[in-house]
């Protein structure tokens, strides 16, 4: 099981940019996703990307502004994030399941990660 360490968190003005960082122990798990908490609200699904195929996904509210990739020498995932808004303020997790790929059908829900990291928190004022 991946131990996940997130990075790169913090505070920008609503426009701005900011790129998260998840390094995976053992880079073992071939579905990895970025979820985010906001107070009083459920975790969401942001983005995914199955390691051996390059086919990410997205949640509504983040496509076309964010995206996921992934460095397998250094063993991290990203998400690159544009044009932050005030409702993207959260706490961003990193996520691993071990499957060949991230199915369609479930990458958006969070029961189906085995592994997690702490969190890093952004915020995005207007």
């Not at 071939?30 to 983005?47: D, I, T």
């Not at 509504?60 to 460095?71: A, E, H, M, P, W």
Request: hydrophobic share 35%; aromatic share 12%; charged share 20%.
């Amino acid at each position: 099981q991946d131990r996940l360490v997130e990075s790169g968190g913090g505070s920008v003005q609503a426009g701005g940019t900011l790129r998260l960082s998840c390094w995976a122990s053992a880079y073992a798990s071939n579905c990895m996703a970025w979820f985010r908490q906001a107070p009083g609200k459920e975790r969401e699904a942001v983005a995914a990307l199955s390691r051996r195929i390059n086919t990410p996904y997205y949640g509504d509210s983040v496509k076309g502004r964010f995206t996921i990739s992934l460095d397998d020498p250094k063993s991290t995932l990203y998400l690159q994030m544009n044009d932050l808004r005030p409702e993207d303020t959260g706490v961003y997790y990193c996520a691993a399941m071990s499957v060949p790929y991230c199915i369609p059908t479930v990458w958006a829900r969070s029961d189906s990660y085995t592994s997690w990291g702490q969190g890093t928190q952004v915020t995005v004022s207007s």
